[in-house]
């Protein structure tokens, strides 16, 4: 699939929070955050125009599939990298993706404690369920259900390379639209990944930096195709309409 048309600007107006230290953006799906080896559009080539006046660019704290949109946090410079850095690490910061699956289980909710290793030397990307692999844990919630897919939160415990998508479907439930790990057919439907929220704690003793970001266009389709109402105001409820 093509990449969308962006531009600078674009990206500017994305901009979901903005402090001395760090940056929310809304990512849109389709759109990498940085150059692979062929070279072509990306998210930090544009990251002049979020400097907002200080001398230099800010930078990416962590990552998000090209396919996935949502909350992607940048550091402002050096040394609230550093803390945004160790942040991540260690798993302080929060994150809830939000996801549209193929099925579901029975359940309503659980965690998954699945190893995650490569699949392949030759693909650093490309994960598979592991016993010798990389301890990883997922939690996850159906919001609502019909038609043969499911709507579903997902927290990450950990933070393995597409992680939320392997869980998924070793749960049997993959996620619609991923060509990977669903063996979802060529021109089908686009991933339904998106980093709904994020919390930051980036200041001692004050509160954490809390951001949503509201669904892509294409999963707003989806929403209202299925019925399911997203109720903004109060973003813990979700019913169908």
Not at 47 to 67: E, S, V
Not at 92 to 114: F, L, N, S
Request: charged share 20%; with cysteine.
């Amino acid at each position: 699939m093509t990449a969308p048309a962006f531009a600078p600007d674009d990206l500017t107006a994305r901009v979901l929070h903005r402090d001395g230290l760090m940056l929310v953006v809304d990512k849109p799906a389709g759109v990498p955050v940085h150059a692979g080896p062929k070279g072509g559009l990306n998210l930090e080539s544009m990251f002049h125009a979020l400097r907002f006046g200080l001398p230099r660019d800010p930078a990416l704290a962590h990552r998000l599939d090209k396919d996935t949109s949502g909350c992607l946090v940048l550091g402002r410079h050096r040394k609230a990298l550093a803390r945004l850095g160790k942040l991540f690490a260690n798993g302080r910061v929060g994150k809830t993706y939000w996801a549209v699956t193929r099925g579901a289980p029975d359940a309503d909710q659980g965690r998954i404690d699945a190893p995650l290793a490569k699949r392949s030397p030759d693909r650093g990307w490309w994960m598979a369920v592991d016993p010798a692999g990389a301890p990883s844990a997922t939690e996850w919630r159906v919001l609502a259900r019909g038609a043969g897919l499911a709507f579903v939160e997902f927290t990450p415990l950990t933070g393995r390379t597409h992680q939320i998508r392997v869980h998924a479907a070793h749960l049997g439930m993959p996620l619609l639209g991923d060509p990977i790990y669903g063996a979802e057919p060529a021109g089908g439907a686009r991933l339904h990944l998106h980093a709904r929220s994020i919390r930051v704690p980036m200041r001692e003793n004050q509160p954490p930096v809390q951001v949503t970001a509201p669904p892509p266009p294409h999963m707003a389709e989806t929403f209202a195709a299925m019925g399911w109402r997203v109720d903004e105001d109060e973003a813990a409820l979700y019913a169908p309409a």
